[in-house]
């Protein structure tokens, strides 16, 4: 059966060791990348942490919008990933994307998502608390 | 259906052709027109192998053009292979002398004398943009314009282009970078239109977003309401935030929270 990546924000305070694994674990010649997962704190009273990451929508918007078929999804882990070969850069899933969840590579202008490191994502190996788990 | 590169057996589909079937078996072959998600154009004329032809009669061609068949043999690295393509090299730096990615593979290829007179032009004519921005983007902006020697690839008529979106795909694919697109913090500028900019309404942040590029992307899908689109990814993503907020401490339920 398909494994699932669970996130439950109760459990997230909010460290971004979430983040950090994740620009490490996409890095561009040697740099490391954009963080595709990103971990807010939330405000007083109730100061604790929420992660935002790719939904992988059921009818991802990302992927109706790109014109060259560059976003597809992977069936072996269920997530929407990006040919770089087909994408042209015209930025079209990082606007439609409602969550904000596309990002843009500072360093090389191009588009980044969530991919799930391909079926083992490295947030979930990282997270000290259990807010992200895949299993 | 099998076919041999350079003697090796390797797998293939219907209908491929030969330039994506060697590079995915991990052979390599320059090209500057090719890409994954358009069909072949054979523009360029660099991507050559040669063909294994009856009784020794080889021929040499465009391996993006050529669809696997049965029994088809090519070679890559033959010497047929290597002169013509040195010629082709050599009739694209006479073209454009200046660029990166033509000096490199001239260094590579061999192609050590120039014979011919510098023309200084910028464009290698593959016509990448104009396919990028007529099938993929489908703004329809660009045009090969004029003939023969005076062949150009520009907007209609050299005007300011009209049907342009402002996108930066055509200046993203372009092999020798020629196309000039300058973005400032409130304006693109390209194919001689000046765009403006889209800026987050929360916080006020310039988008990489045009308003023609815009209503470019609605059309392709009715999932996006007029009110979407209008924020930064940041922005976005604190509203995102702020929904899981209220879900998690129980101000609202996850059926309310979905769109």
């Excluded at chain 2, 009715?222 to 101000?251: I, S």
Aim: aromatic residues 4%; glycine residues 8%.
């Amino acid at each position: 059966m398909r494994k699932i990546y669970l996130v439950l924000p109760e459990k997230c305070t909010g460290c971004r060791t979430c983040e950090l694994s994740c620009a490490y674990s996409h890095q561009i010649d040697q740099q490391p990348g954009t963080p595709r997962i990103r971990a807010y704190n939330t405000k007083p009273p109730l100061e604790k942490g929420i992660p935002v990451v790719c939904f992988q929508c059921d009818r991802p918007a990302c992927q109706e919008v790109c014109p060259t078929k560059a976003l597809q999804r992977n069936l072996d882990t269920g997530a929407i990933s990006i040919d770089y070969d087909r994408c042209i850069n015209c930025h079209a899933c990082y606007a439609a994307c409602p969550f904000g969840n596309i990002h843009i590579d500072p360093i090389n202008t191009r588009v980044a998502k969530c991919d799930l490191c391909g079926g083992s994502p490295k947030c979930a190996l990282f997270c000290p608390t259990g807010a992200l788990s895949y299993k | 259906m099998d076919i041999l590169i350079n003697g090796k057996k390797v797998k293939t589909r219907k209908g491929e052709h030969v330039l994506e079937v060697a590079r995915r078996e991990g052979f390599e072959i320059p090209s500057l027109c090719h890409h994954a998600a358009l069909p072949p154009d054979g523009a360029c004329r660099l991507c050559l192998v040669e063909v294994e032809g009856p009784e020794g009669k080889n021929k040499v061609t465009t391996a993006c053009t050529l669809e696997v068949a049965q029994g088809l043999s090519v070679r890559l690295d033959t010497p047929e292979v290597a002169a013509n393509r040195k010629v082709v090299l050599e009739m694209l730096l006479a073209r454009v002398s200046d660029s990166p990615t033509l000096l490199k593979l001239a260094d590579k290829y061999g192609l050590l004398e120039m014979r011919l007179v510098p023309q200084g032009e910028k464009c290698v004519l593959c016509g990448l943009c104009a396919r990028v921005c007529t099938e993929l983007v489908g703004a329809k902006a660009l045009t090969m314009e004029g003939r023969g020697t005076e062949t150009y690839f520009q907007p209609p008529f050299g005007e300011p282009a009209k049907d342009c979106v402002g996108c930066g795909s055509c200046a993203f694919v372009c092999p020798v970078t020629c196309i000039e697109y300058k973005k400032t913090d409130r304006t693109i500028e390209i194919w001689g239109r000046t765009f403006e900019r889209l800026a987050c309404t929360e916080c006020g942040e310039p988008l990489d977003l045009t308003p023609e590029h815009r209503d470019l992307i609605r059309r392709r899908t009715d999932l996006l309401t007029p009110a979407e689109m209008q924020l930064c990814g940041g922005c976005e993503r604190r509203t995102t935030m702020k929904t899981m907020q209220r879900v998690v401490e129980g101000q609202q339920t996850l059926e309310t929270a979905r769109r």
